[in-house]
C-alpha cells in the first residue's frame, strides 16, 4: 500500500510567490486533512474534506490560504502570496469514518 | 472547546530508562484519545489508541491508560532505546469511534534517549 504520498517534500520560494502543495491520500479513505506544523505553534490543521467536500476551513489562516479536492485521489493546498510566516512543515493526512489517521512525510516550505 | 495538554520537552533519558510522558485533556462527552509518534524528518505514525475509559492503549512496549476521573492519558515505557528518541504526540477525537474527524493535538514531547 502506497500511503499518503505528498509534493513537494521540498519547497523554497520568494515571497509572493504562489505555492502549490498536493497530496494523493490512500485510495478508499474518504476523509483528507491538511496540517501545519511549526515550532511555536506546534501542528495546526487547517482543512478537511470528507468525500472531496470541503467540511471544515476554519482553521485556514487567511484568504491568501486555499485548498481544494477535485476528486478523490488528489487535493491541492495554495498560497497565494505567499509570506515568510507561511513557512513551516504541511502535512496532508487521510483516513476511512472509523481508523487512524495516516499522514505524509510532508512539505518543508521556506519562504525567503 | 477540546484541548490537550503534553509535558514540555526535551526529555532525555539513558537507555534502559523508565519513560512517563503526561498528557492531560479538556473535552466534552467521551472523546477518543491517541499517542502519535515523529520520527525525525517523517510524519506523524499512530502509536496506540483507547477509546474509552480504562481502556488500555499499547504497541511496542508503551502503554497508555484513559482516565477519565483525571483526563489523563500518561504515557509509560518500561525500558526505553535509543530508537524510541522521537517526538510523541497525544491527541484526541470527539468522536468514538475515533476516525474520520479532526482531531486535536498537544503541542509534542521530544524525546532524546543517549546510551
Known amino acids: 500500500d502506497a500511503g499518503v504520498i505528498q509534493s513537494p517534500r521540498h519547497e523554497v520560494t520568494e515571497m509572493g510567490q504562489e505555492v502549490t502543495l498536493r497530496c494523493k491520500p490512500i485510495?478508499?479513505?474518504?476523509?483528507l486533512f491538511w496540517y501545519r506544523q511549526t515550532m511555536m505553534r506546534g501542528l495546526e490543521l487547517l482543512i478537511y474534506?470528507?468525500?472531496?467536500?470541503?467540511?471544515?476551513d476554519s482553521g485556514m489562516p487567511e484568504d491568501r490560504f486555499s485548498a481544494k479536492m477535485p476528486n478523490a485521489s488528489f487535493s491541492t493546498l495554495k498560497i497565494q502570496p505567499s509570506e515568510p510566516r507561511d513557512s513551516a512543515v504541511y502535512f496532508c493526512?487521510?483516513?476511512?469514518?472509523?481508523?487512524?489517521?495516516?499522514f505524509g512525510e510532508g512539505s518543508r516550505l521556506t519562504v525567503l | 472547546g477540546n484541548s490537550v495538554t503534553q509535558m514540555e520537552g526535551p526529555v532525555t533519558l539513558s537507555e534502559e530508562a523508565f519513560l512517563t510522558i503526561n498528557c492531560t485533556y479538556t473535552?466534552?462527552?467521551?472523546?477518543?484519545l491517541f499517542w502519535y509518534v515523529q520520527y525525525p524528518g517523517e510524519g506523524l505514525q499512530l502509536l496506540l489508541k483507547?477509546?474509552?475509559?480504562?481502556d488500555k492503549g499499547s504497541n511496542k512496549g508503551f502503554e497508555a491508560t484513559y482516565r477519565k476521573e483525571t483526563t489523563s492519558f500518561h504515557l509509560e515505557k518500561g525500558s526505553v532505546q535509543v530508537s524510541d528518541s522521537a517526538v510523541y504526540f497525544c491527541a484526541l477525537s470527539p468522536s468514538l469511534a475515533g476516525g474520520g474527524n479532526k482531531l486535536t493535538f498537544g503541542t509534542g514531547t521530544q524525546l532524546k534517549v543517549e546510551l
Open positions: 493526512a487521510s483516513s476511512r469514518q472509523t481508523g487512524e489517521l495516516f
Open positions: 474534506f470528507n468525500n472531496n467536500v470541503p467540511i471544515d
Open positions: 483507547a477509546t474509552k475509559a480504562d
Open positions: 485510495s478508499g479513505h474518504d476523509y
Open positions: 473535552a466534552t462527552g467521551y472523546p477518543s
